[in-house]
């Protein structure tokens, strides 16, 4: 059976992986050629792929990639999984999303199936999805379901084979389908009564982690008055085993889920009439974490941050991962760069950001800053050369110096 793949990205690309390892044919689609290009040489960008493997399914033709899609492909399932962001004032952008249906009605025929992994507002697949595959194709009997992501970067434990899947879809045949699509790589897959459930079950997942994170957020500045870090204190309530689940501070929230789905969960309620109150100020604060972070600096160092020196360590969202979608690294560089601070920043990871490249960990600087501390990052540099240095990263990890949040 031949399946394609809308979009090549952290999600599209390991669901054709594990696809053709199930025996599909998978055509991989992406709009970008460049992306592609890079792709067919195994320049994976993914920690979820192995570039060997991906070589060896792209040599036997279980992986096809390509920039266009053709009307001879007998495509029967479709998947999109393309980019869902948030544009310029955090409101929904599913410009792609429209893109990727488009493209689809192109070329469909009768009795295939789309399902929608794209993280999108309650009602996405029933009031966006089918209506408009519908309208341009004017394919009679397609079928359609929902499949949320819940893909985690550089996670080794909960991968897309052992993460449950929870699909649902506007009729039985398309649940079915679905359901056997899924089953041939993920070990455990629920289905749920209707469209809407499965997304907002997404929605809410990463809503619940945007409201705990800033909680710990706001209560580290009250730690901070008190002269302790707030991890000190988390590591110790965790101790109660029951009614406890611990979120440490941070500089902001980066990624592809955490700073993008609580709005468009907050969208789809404004869509009948709710605010939501929590979810918008749990935004905020979160935003607000690097300008925040950036004036306790300044009464730390006990004056103006003008002509200091300062180097970042990470400048993506995640330990291991080269992504910096939405990474508050960035903005917390750019605000200390607004302050008149001289930044560097040492990522090997992610090497190129901007125009700028990853520099290495220097001692000859007035301060440096942990975000992401990256494995093949060797904090010692500045250990042994006594460097002051202020420790934001987001885990318990003790890397030599305390928590400053």
């Known amino acids: 059976m031949n399946i394609c793949v809308v979009g090549q990205g952290y999600v599209g690309l390991p669901i054709s992986i594990y696809a053709a390892r199930a025996g599909y044919t998978v055509y991989g689609y ?8 890079e792709l067919r040489k195994g320049n994976i960008f993914s920690p979820e792929v192995n570039s060997e493997e991906f070589l060896e399914l792209l040599s036997n033709k279980k992986i096809n990639l390509i920039s266009e899609l053709k009307s001879n492909m007998s495509i029967s399932i479709f998947i999109i999984a393309v980019p869902t962001p948030l544009n310029e004032i955090h ?20 009795n295939s199936l789309v399902i929608n992994e794209s993280t999108s507002f309650i009602g996405t697949l029933r009031g966006f999805i089918k209506p408009l595959i519908d309208k341009e194709s004017k394919v009679i009997g397609l079928k359609y379901a929902v499949a949320p992501e819940r893909i985690d970067p550089g996670n080794k434990t909960w991968t897309v084979s052992s993460t ?42 990463n809503t619940f982690r945007q409201v705990n994170i800033a909680l710990v957020n706001e209560l580290s500045e009250v730690a901070g008055k008190y002269s302790f ?5 988390i590591n110790a309530a965790a101790t109660k085993p029951f009614g406890f689940m611990p979120f440490y501070p941070s500089v902001g929230v980066g990624g592809h889920c ?8 907050v969208y789809s309620a404004n869509k009948v009439g709710i605010k939501t109150q929590l979810i918008n100020l749990a935004n905020s604060i ?10 306790r600096i300044e009464t730390y160092m006990g004056s103006k941050l003008s002509g200091k020196t300062i180097q970042i360590v990470g400048i993506s969202y995640k330990v291991d991962v080269a992504d910096t979608r939405e990474s508050p690294a960035i903005q917390l560089i750019n605000i200390l760069r607004s302050k008149g601070a001289i930044v560097t920043w040492c990522d090997p ?9 990853s520099s290495l960990l220097t001692p000859n600087i007035d301060l440096g ?28 990890t003790n890397y030599g110096w305390d928590k400053f949040l």
């Not at 429209?98 to 070329?107: L, N, Y």
């Not at 955490?258 to 969960?265: A, E, F, R």
């Open 164 to 205: 449950p899947r929870i699909i649902s879809g506007l009729s039985t045949d398309a649940i079915n389908e679905a359901v056997h699509f899924y089953k041939s790589f993920c070990s455990i897959v629920r289905v749920v009564a209707q469209p809407e459930i499965a997304e907002a079950a997404k929605l809410i997942e």
């Open 349 to 357: 990871i992610v090497e190129n950001f901007n125009e700028e490249k």
């Open 258 to 265: 955490i700073p993008v789905d609580p709005s468009y969960l």
């Open 229 to 233: 870090s707030l991890h000190d204190a």
């Open 91 to 110: 409101e929904p952008d599913i410009s792609m999303l429209k893109k990727a249906c488009k493209s689809i009605a192109q070329v469909i025929t009768p």
């Open 286 to 295: 979160n935003l607000n974490m690097p300008e925040s972070i950036v004036t």
């Open 30 to 37: 992406d709009t970008d050629k460049d992306k592609i290009t």
């Open 369 to 396: 800053l942990i975000i992401t501390p990256h494995a093949s990052i060797d904090l010692s540099v500045w250990k042994e050369a006594s460097t002051k240095v202020l420790d934001l990263s987001t885990n318990s």
